[in-house]
């Protein structure tokens, strides 16, 4: 849920979210169609691992419908769904760490879709290689505020942190970007 589109889908979401709490099965599977994979990447970003984050977002999504009742506002069903998404990766997490002592071995973040020649494709790989760099909580909310263009609050509400804390990731992830990338110290972002 990216570009322009971003508000549309939000309102279809919303409307759905409110069907779906009305009981209209329909609104429920095709709400289900969309949050899924918005959820998988959430969780992919947040567990660095594909296998773990599919299970993860499949045990959210099951959450989310058990829960959507308890939901007060159709409108902040994604960062709602994201939320449980990152509960859930939690304990997963929680289980692998009693498991294991170290986690380093957590596979690499899913790939995405890029062109395969040229300057753009140059550009994202280089934009990969430095996110790849950032903790897993740095790199989910860049995803959330830059790619799913949530504001502050809906961000610290999917991550389940106090706004404060989106503002802090927010700040040194883009230090740390403008650090790999070479970009200058006075561009930031307004």
């Known amino acids: 849920m990216t570009g322009s589109s ?3 889908e939000r309102a279809l979401l919303a409307y759905l979210a409110a069907g779906a709490r009305l009981g209209d099965r329909a609104a429920l599977d095709r709400l289900c169609r969309l949050l899924h994979p918005i959820m998988l990447a959430h969780a992919t970003r947040l567990l660095q691992d594909r296998e773990g984050a599919r299970d993860a977002a499949q045990s959210a999504l099951a959450d989310v419908i058990r829960a959507l009742p308890s939901l007060r506002d159709p ?37 995405t879709d890029v062109p395969p020649t040229g ?6 790989r280089a934009v990969r290689a430095a996110l ?10 860049i995803a959330l505020f830059y790619l799913h263009d949530m504001t502050v609050a809906e961000a610290a509400a999917a991550l389940d942190v106090p706004p404060g804390t989106v503002k802090t990731r927010l700040m040194h992830a883009r230090a740390k970007l403008r650090d790999i990338l070479g970009g200058p110290e006075d561009d930031r972002p307004t």
């Open 6 to 8: 971003t508000q549309k």
């Open 75 to 111: 409108g902040a069903v994604l960062p709602f769904a994201l939320r449980i998404t990152a509960r859930r990766v939690a304990r997963v997490i929680g289980h692998r760490q009693r498991d294991r002592r170290l986690t380093r071995d957590w596979a690499r973040e899913a790939d």
């Open 119 to 124: 300057p753009e494709a140059a550009d994202a």
């Open 132 to 141: 790849a760099q950032l903790s897993p909580d740095h790199r989910a909310t």
